[in-house]
């Protein structure tokens, strides 16, 4: 049964750690204010930090419906095995998009009730009027067409295309491990086994740039796999990335000192975690006040809260 608490569960992920090192105060609006926000007799500063949380913007909105595309093709190849076309993929795709912007411009109401089951566009909702920017359109357009044929022509499209030589490790919807008492959440696109190589493939699938934190993210992919199969050494795990925009893919191979870098990483960052915490057992939050702004202009015009924030 579900169960309505006070305060939200304390846990810990790499986007977790890295919003606390962008911006506190964004940090305790995620995670903290916004909690039970989507329940109808919440405050309403949580219910609208709740909204805002669940505000999306053109390149994420692209991502997201990349991942969930290629998820369903993968799921559909395994079942019939038959590929959609590059063409039908890129419409598919691009009818989403299109629903998201019907939503933003047409469903705001919907939206505002609901946020979770409709789409609302960042650059819509601060924009304040319904056209999206051309630049951004353009850009949209070029990587549309950019990841499909890469994913299509992939390494590992081609590896699920034998399916006799792998095994897939089915997915679940929230992967998790502990450390203490903390729960470490995981997310990771895809993971199977390379029978003919005895090997380990996690594989993630970038619509986006490369990142200093991309490492310590394949670590804790790495040691949640060795932890949770009790896989004998990191030699059997391969972690890929494959690059969807540039249509190159980069293998990782990952030592016993990443995976100490990234416990560490765990320890160094809940204890700043704790430094927002009246109550750790309970994790309960410090006043919203208490959150410093780490105010940069060009971040700030980018997140979600800034109405919050200077009252837009």
Request: proline residues 3%; contains cysteine.
């Amino acid at each position: 049964m579900f169960e309505i608490k006070p305060h939200p569960e304390l846990s810990w992920s790499i986007s977790r750690h890295k919003t606390l090192l962008e911006c506190p105060r964004k940090y305790g609006y995620d995670y903290y204010v916004s909690h039970n926000g989507w329940l109808r007799d919440a405050d309403s500063l949580a219910r609208h930090t709740y909204r805002l949380k669940k505000l999306t913007n053109l390149e994420m909105l692209f991502g997201s419906i990349v991942h969930d595309t290629i998820y369903q093709v993968i799921t559909y190849f395994l079942k019939t095995r038959q590929v959609p076309s590059e063409e039908k993929l890129i419409a598919r795709i691009r009818q989403q998009l299109n629903q998201g912007y019907i939503d933003s411009t047409r469903r705001e109401h919907l939206w505002h009730d609901k946020p979770k089951h409709y789409t609302m566009l960042h650059e819509i909702y601060y924009g304040h009027f319904d056209q999206l920017p051309e630049h951004k359109i353009a850009k949209i357009q070029r990587r549309l067409s950019s990841a499909m044929n890469n994913f299509l022509t992939s390494q590992t499209f081609r590896d699920i295309q034998s399916p006799e030589n792998i095994r897939f490790v089915e997915s679940e919807d929230f992967r998790y491990m502990t450390i203490g008492d903390i729960k470490i959440y995981i997310v990771m696109d895809l993971v199977y086994r390379d029978l003919t190589n005895d090997k380990w493939v996690i594989v993630d699938w970038k619509t986006g740039k490369s990142s200093a934190e991309d490492r310590n993210q394949l670590a804790l992919y790495a040691l949640y796999l060795k932890q949770r199969y009790n896989i004998d050494t990191l030699d059997k795990i391969v972690i890929r990335n494959e690059y969807l925009l540039e249509g190159y893919h980069k293998e990782h191979a990952l030592n016993s000192t990443d995976l100490i870098n990234v416990q560490n990483l765990f320890g160094m960052s809940i204890q700043e975690m704790s430094n927002y915490l009246i109550d750790f057992e309970k994790n309960e939050p410090v006043e919203i006040s208490q959150f410093p702004m780490h105010q940069e202009e060009r971040k700030c015009a980018r997140c979600n809260y800034q109405e919050l924030c200077f009252g837009t």
